[in-house]
């Protein structure tokens, strides 16, 4: 299988049967809070976060969202995190994927303190699967769940995560970040990757659902060409997107206000997406969505933003779905 951090040479995109129409999905990355400042240690990581869960599963019950919680093997392994959400899970209320770091599950990678790498293509490859394979079993203990969809962490897919996924009977990933290009981070150029849901394999066995990022502003149409010229220097993209020429619109709370979530909701559907694929990190539970430098941390601000999003969805015409729907109409 072609590695997924490459753009496939041969695009074929997925079809869905009749009734999908154009739909969103809500991910959230939910895992252990890393101090990332130095070495991986295997106590190094808090989850304070993980009581906010169970509002945040009340809200998007409130909303009909079905939200998939991408967990890492310290969430996998909470008696607190299974408490949450092992009955919205078994009431079809929540889904659980896999999303692996460097710091999951240590004991792969020896005792003691280890050199911090920020992705996944660092790890051997026989680490990378020890990793996928007890946390795979950790979820199916804890959450009873048998978990269809990966995520690396960071977005930083490993060379052989597409092989370890279909050998492991995963459904789908999502970790291609479209018009994103990690390079200058250690990880892997996104920039040319389909934006829609797209087959990994000839087969048709393992199916990517990229995170949607769209280009906004008068010289969007020229984005791909543009946008790596000033991706260092914040100053000039701040110019381009004051004057409405360019901006990268990625489906997040993390760094994008909701007038410009919505612009990009319109700009995804416009150019006919079927699919919306929505992220956060749960940990934004604790802090709030985007605000202003000198602004406290409010939560209720996240709240707003999806509700917003989730109101401007329902006014589109476009409602929620799960991986267990979208397995169910996906054309093979």
Same mark, same amino acid.
């Given at each position: 299988m072609r590695p997924i951090t490459e753009p496939p040479s041969e695009v074929v995109m997925a079809r869905f049967r009749s009734g999908f129409g154009r739909r969103f999905i809500l991910t959230v990355e939910t895992e252990g809070e890393y101090d990332r400042s130095? @070495?991986?240690?295997?106590?190094?990581?808090?989850?304070?976060h993980l009581p906010r869960l169970a509002k945040f599963q009340q809200f998007c019950e409130n909303e009909d969202v079905c939200p998939v919680y991408l967990v890492d093997y310290p969430v996998a392994t909470s008696a607190l995190a299974a408490d949450i959400l092992r009955e919205p899970v078994a009431k079809g209320r929540a889904e659980i994927g896999i999303q692996i770091h460097q710091e999951d599950d240590s004991p792969h990678q020896g005792e003691g303190e280890q050199e911090r790498k920020p992705f996944a293509t660092a790890v051997p490859g026989e680490v990378e699967r020890a990793k996928l394979n007890r946390l795979r079993m950790e979820i199916e203990r804890n959450f009873?769940?048998? @978990?269809?969809?990966?995520?690396a962490g960071r977005s930083g897919p490993g060379p052989h995560v597409g092989d370890m996924l279909r050998d492991s009977g995963i459904a789908m990933d999502s *970790?291609?970040?479209p018009k994103f290009d990690l390079r200058g981070e250690g990880g892997a150029d996104f920039s040319h990757h389909p934006l829609g849901p797209y087959?990994?394999?000839?087969? &048709? *066995?393992?199916?990517?659902?990229?995170?949607?990022?769209?280009?906004?502003?008068?010289?969007?149409?020229?984005?791909?060409?543009?946008?790596p010229r000033v &991706?260092? *220097?914040p100053r000039l993209q701040s110019f381009l997107a004051r004057l409405g020429l360019l901006s990268r619109i990625p489906l997040t709370p993390a760094c994008i206000d909701v007038e410009e979530a919505i612009q990009g909701i319109d700009i995804a559907l416009d150019d006919g997406l079927p699919l919306l694929v929505f992220s956060f990190h749960g940990s934004s539970l604790r802090r709030g969505g985007p605000r202003s430098e000198g602004e406290e941390d409010d939560p209720d601000r996240l709240y707003d933003w999806w509700g917003r999003v989730f109101a401007y969805l329902a006014a589109r015409g476009v409602p929620p779905t799960n991986v267990r729907e979208i397995m169910s109409f996906v054309e093979v």
């Amino acid at each position: 299988m072609r590695p997924i951090t490459e753009p496939p040479s041969e695009v074929v995109m997925a079809r869905f049967r009749s009734g999908f129409g154009r739909r969103f999905i809500l991910t959230v990355e939910t895992e252990g809070e890393y101090d990332r400042s130095g @070495p991986i240690r295997r106590d190094g990581h808090g989850l304070a976060h993980l009581p906010r869960l169970a509002k945040f599963q009340q809200f998007c019950e409130n909303e009909d969202v079905c939200p998939v919680y991408l967990v890492d093997y310290p969430v996998a392994t909470s008696a607190l995190a299974a408490d949450i959400l092992r009955e919205p899970v078994a009431k079809g209320r929540a889904e659980i994927g896999i999303q692996i770091h460097q710091e999951d599950d240590s004991p792969h990678q020896g005792e003691g303190e280890q050199e911090r790498k920020p992705f996944a293509t660092a790890v051997p490859g026989e680490v990378e699967r020890a990793k996928l394979n007890r946390l795979r079993m950790e979820i199916e203990r804890n959450f009873d769940a048998l @978990p269809q969809i990966y995520r690396a962490g960071r977005s930083g897919p490993g060379p052989h995560v597409g092989d370890m996924l279909r050998d492991s009977g995963i459904a789908m990933d999502s *970790s291609v970040r479209p018009k994103f290009d990690l390079r200058g981070e250690g990880g892997a150029d996104f920039s040319h990757h389909p934006l829609g849901p797209y087959w990994l394999d000839a087969e &048709r *066995s393992l199916l990517e659902l990229p995170l949607t990022t769209v280009y906004w502003g008068m010289l969007r149409k020229q984005g791909n060409l543009l946008y790596p010229r000033v &991706r260092h *220097s914040p100053r000039l993209q701040s110019f381009l997107a004051r004057l409405g020429l360019l901006s990268r619109i990625p489906l997040t709370p993390a760094c994008i206000d909701v007038e410009e979530a919505i612009q990009g909701i319109d700009i995804a559907l416009d150019d006919g997406l079927p699919l919306l694929v929505f992220s956060f990190h749960g940990s934004s539970l604790r802090r709030g969505g985007p605000r202003s430098e000198g602004e406290e941390d409010d939560p209720d601000r996240l709240y707003d933003w999806w509700g917003r999003v989730f109101a401007y969805l329902a006014a589109r015409g476009v409602p929620p779905t799960n991986v267990r729907e979208i397995m169910s109409f996906v054309e093979v």
